[in-house]
């Protein structure tokens, strides 16, 4: 028999061996996948002014790529000629995932410098050899690729002054090609997008309640307002009246006197902010509206994070921006506009370019600290940034689902009664599971942080031998909630035992221990704090161990000290004046062998069980 289990063994043990040595099966994981490109096409860019021809065949050459989003962020990057040397024209022109941006009908263009390729105004650049490359990381140097594809060059529209009454309407400079020399490390990426953000057909100088009436429509369809039911060209012509816009443009002070009207009229529940400023005062505010300080990059940054709408104002032009990515000193926005502004006049291809387009451009500040940025005009300061969205609502509720754990709590039963602090560092705990869910919608809040903690309810006790309250020591923590999310936790409530020991009553019905009714608290920051009550701890739950039989000290623990008390009174019985009731753990009115062999099967357990 001995021989047939150790060959059982022998056998077992080889079989393990021989399942150990079989490859585990590989694990398939999906790629993840890279925008793919669609269309490329190049313009050169004529310049307009108040619907005359100001340059033809400009220097200003302009990129479009359409795509498929992938899942990463992927960077463009363009090497072309026309006759001469390869030139890097297109420098990491981020196309965003599938995440983030629509899948549907939309293009992303930049400006760029048709002078790399020998181009001056006035001279048609017919066609031009290109290779492009895309990466999920921004490339530093030339790509190592040869122009072999040859592209022609169409013709585009833009304009010198699209509605800003500065008086600025001469041609500037493209953007340069070397704004930034992407050398920083690509980490800390900082990335946003508003998705959905709609761009109206504008009419002569309309920019400023263009931009206006994309970025409230863009709000009214996050936020679930009733605004002119989605039709944006109806916003747009009730802010060009707002904004007293008669084809000469609007400043910053006519754009936010409209804004507020429009927003009063339908009852529009906004918070308006500014930074900078041109006609609006630079100090205090405006009408209202809170001014934030001056404009910079962290505050265009930090507006777009929040999910508000914001809208920049140069010498000569608004946009509303739909996006950014920024990491180290290098920044990116994308812009809407309408470069054409024919009004009524617009056709059927002018309409589906400006329903596609999405412009991103470059932003940075100078040597002085002042806000720059190309948006089809040359580099000009950001002279204003507005910025709005819903006013905030009260923080929003958190429903609390409460469920004690039903194993013990770490209270001593001595003498049909709850000893309450050792003495000896053996605490009273009482534990709990805590479930919190978020059941708001507010979208402007992405992760909603709340301290969930423990509480008494009602008020303090006082226990012969000791005072709970100066020894209570609650359990608190800070979870981040997204919308929908929820989380359980586990909290302790407990009593120090370095506390001289007290006695409460043991519970039962005509006597609970409702000392311990205890409150779960979970607030949101800064708002008022949600109570949840939990149950009594005598109130169906089995939470308390005990007693401790041999424990004759007591000290929560059954050790040589025991044994000396049940000795000092061995053989005694209940008339005896030395008698020690406490030793007498079989009752039965003597101290015999029967209590020392309880003491000794339970020797040197202690408490908690």
Not at 174 to 196: E, K
């Amino acid at each position: 028999m001995t021989k047939k289990i150790g060959h059982f063994i022998l056998f077992a043990v080889i079989a393990l061996l021989f399942v150990s040595l079989i490859p585990p099966t590989p694990t398939i994981r999906a790629e993840p996948s890279t925008a793919t490109v669609t269309g490329i096409t190049f313009s050169q860019v004529d310049f307009f002014f108040n619907g005359s021809l100001v340059q033809p065949y400009s220097n200003w050459g302009e990129f479009t790529i359409e795509s498929i989003p992938g899942d990463n962020v992927t960077f463009i990057n363009v090497v072309a000629n026309a006759s001469g040397p390869n030139e890097w024209i297109i420098r990491n022109l981020p196309l965003f995932p599938s995440s983030l941006v629509s899948s549907g009908n939309e293009s992303f263009s930049t400006y760029f410098d048709l002078g790399l390729l020998g181009v001056t105004n006035g001279v048609q650049l017919p066609s031009l050899y290109y290779s492009f490359t895309q990466s999920d990381t921004p490339t530093n140097s030339t790509p190592s690729v040869v122009p072999t594809q040859l592209a022609s060059v169409g013709r585009d529209s833009a304009l010198t002054n699209s509605g800003v009454p500065s008086g600025v309407t001469a041609l500037g400079s493209p953007p340069a090609a070397n704004v930034f020399d992407f050398l920083a490390p690509f980490v800390n990426v900082q990335i946003s997008w508003h998705n959905g953000m709609p761009n109206v057909v504008q009419d002569k100088n309309q920019c400023g309640p263009g931009a206006a009436a994309n970025s409230l429509q863009w709000l009214a369809q996050e936020h679930n307002w009733s605004l002119n039911n989605g039709n944006v060209s109806d916003t747009l012509k009730e802010l060009v009246t707002d904004m007293g816009c008669d084809y000469t443009g609007t400043w910053d002070d006519a754009f936010a006197n409209g804004k507020l009207a429009f927003a009063q009229r339908h009852n529009l529940t906004m918070e308006n902010h500014y930074a900078g400023g041109e006609k609006l005062p630079t100090t205090g505010g405006y009408n209202g509206i809170t001014r934030d300080g001056n404009a910079t990059w962290n505050y265009v940054e930090q507006e777009l994070d929040k999910g508000h709408d914001v809208e920049i104002m140069t010498a000569t032009h608004w946009v509303v921006l739909t996006g950014k990515i920024s990491w180290d000193s290098i920044h990116f926005v994308a812009y809407r506009d309408d470069p054409y502004q024919h009004g009524d006049a617009t056709n059927d291809t002018e309409k589906a370019e400006i329903a596609k387009r999405h412009v991103w451009t470059s932003m940075w500040e100078d040597a002085n600290g002042t806000l720059r940025i190309n948006i089809g005009n040359g580099d000009e300061d950001v002279l204003t940034v507005f910025s709005e969205s819903p006013k905030p609502l009260p923080a929003p509720p958190v429903a609390l689902t409460i469920t004690p754990i039903t194993t013990y709590a770490a209270v001593y039963w001595y003498k049909g009664q709850a000893l309450i602090g050792h003495g000896n560092g053996n605490p009273a705990i009482f534990r709990y599971n805590i479930t919190v869910e978020r059941t708001d919608a507010d979208t402007n809040v992405s992760l909603l942080a709340v301290v969930i903690s423990l509480k008494r309810v009602n008020g303090s006790y006082t226990g012969p031998g000791g005072r709970s309250d100066a020894y209570q020591f609650p359990n608190s923590t800070i979870v981040f909630l997204p919308i929908g999310g929820h989380v359980t936790v586990e909290l302790d409530w407990w009593e120090d035992g370095s506390n001289p020991q007290f006695f409460l009553p043991y519970p039962d019905a005509s006597n609970p221990l409702n000392f311990w009714n205890i409150s779960a608290v979970a607030a949101s920051l800064g708002a008022p704090q949600n109570d949840t009550s939990l149950p009594e701890v005598n109130d169906g739950q089995t939470i308390a161990e005990g007693p401790l039989i041999g424990d004759i000290k007591p000290d929560g623990v059954i050790n040589i000290l025991d044994a000396i008390k049940l000795g000092n009174v061995f053989l005694l019985h209940s008339t005896d004046p030395s008698w020690n009731p406490d030793a007498d753990l079989h009752p039965d009115g003597v101290i015999n062998i029967l209590d020392a062999i309880i003491l000794g099967n339970n020797f040197m357990k202690h408490f908690p069980l």
